[in-house]
């Protein structure tokens, strides 16, 4: 069940940066921007996750 977990929180975390990422390219905000940034690799390595655990087990 770890699996769909992360890859949800991932998908939910990719899809916040990317429109943090557009807010702050439209309000030229470059702090907020690189706070989307951020969240997106964060929801790109928690699907990373969810994907490992789907191969391997809920054991990592």
Do not use: T, W
């Amino acid at each position: 069940m770890g699996e769909l977990k992360d890859k949800a929180k991932g998908l939910g975390n990719e899809i916040a940066g990317n429109v943090k990422q557009a807010a702050g390219k439209a309000s030229d905000n470059q702090r907020l921007q690189g706070e989307g940034i951020a969240q997106e690799r964060k929801g790109e390595s928690q699907g990373f996750m969810g994907k490992l655990k789907g191969i391997i087990g809920d054991k990592v």
